[in-house]
């Protein structure tokens, strides 16, 4: 197959079950059949960067500290989620989750669940690696199993022109601390922007396969600063992976091992870039503009702020705290949370003229 385009890979057409409401007693499921399984919790909204395709770079409010889970809240909506609604992942997510302090005893928290498997959930955490030095051996220790850091740049300068700070070293050593402490395999996320950081795509993937880690760029979605975004000047799957292609052998993997995976991945043969030797590895691509994977979709989300997400594009949500801490029961909580699912939208809609971006940013949401 020829690296230079991204095939559209087959996907089930979603079937509209027959029922009017969520059956009673089984996990996430929605009207088109599919099931949740993966939980991705947003732990904060606050964020110690300001990357450009994310977030303003000022005036940003932030949500009330009441109407924050506490540790304990979030602790037992994960372990609802996981021992009566299915879920069998958990990616801990934010803003920036290590500015929230109580991470290591959630983490545990959740390691110490049994999903329907008998197993322990598979826990992982988005993050943008700063302070990481710090906290990842405990974070391990804790039961994490696998990070994902955002890593939009190739240099100190361009760095801090995406994320308005100047911490490049400090999440460069973050990953190598995440290698360090076994959180295997680490991946590092970037979105790319023209005029800011696009132009070291090649050297950013010909850095991470020296460091071991496994780049994947993602297609910039219309969820940061209002305005930011428009389709015409975005930077698609298909040219990214015309830039990659000019500097890497890429050989697609099988669409077979992809199963619910957002990203599509090539295999980097070993070789030289810019003079300098890489290793083989890999490269991944999340084309969630232009090859939407909603059909396969198999997440549910909750905001730091008690909310249910069905979609990162959802134009609702619904209230999980305020019945929580209004005493309602575990198996009240399971109930809204199914219904929440059921309603679950085909798709993301962003191809529809009546697309409206979601009034919650990024950060907020949880990515
Ligand atoms: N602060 C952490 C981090 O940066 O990894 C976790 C939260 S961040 C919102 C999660 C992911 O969302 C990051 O990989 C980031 O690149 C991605 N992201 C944020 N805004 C985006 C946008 N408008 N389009 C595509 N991806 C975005
Ligand atoms: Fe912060 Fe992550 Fe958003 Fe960057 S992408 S501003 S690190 S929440």
Redesign the pocket.
Known sequence: MNATSVPTPARAKPVVLEEATAPATTGLVDRFGRVARDLRVSLTDK?N?R?Q??MPAEGITPLPTARLLSDAEIIRLVRLAVEQLGIREVRF?????LLRKGLENIVAATAALRTDLGTAPDISL???GLGLTHRAAALKEAGLARV???M?AASAETYAKLTRRNRYDDAVAGAAAATAAGLHPVKL???LLPGVNAYEAPALLAQALRGGYRLRF???????PRNS?KREELLTADDILAVLSEHFTLTPRPAAERGAAPAQEWEVVAGFFDGQAHPAGRVGIIA?VTRPFCGDCDRTRLTADGQIRTCLFAAGETDLRGPLRAGASDAELAEIWRHAMWGKQAGHGMDDPAFLQPTRP??A???
Request: charged share 10%; aromatic share 8%.
């Open positions: 964020c960067l990357c395709y994310c997510t934010g803003g920036e989750p988005t993050t943008n994902n850091i955002s939009d996320n970037a979105v993602i297609e910039f979605m219309p969820l940061g975004w969630s990024m950060s949401i949880g990515g």
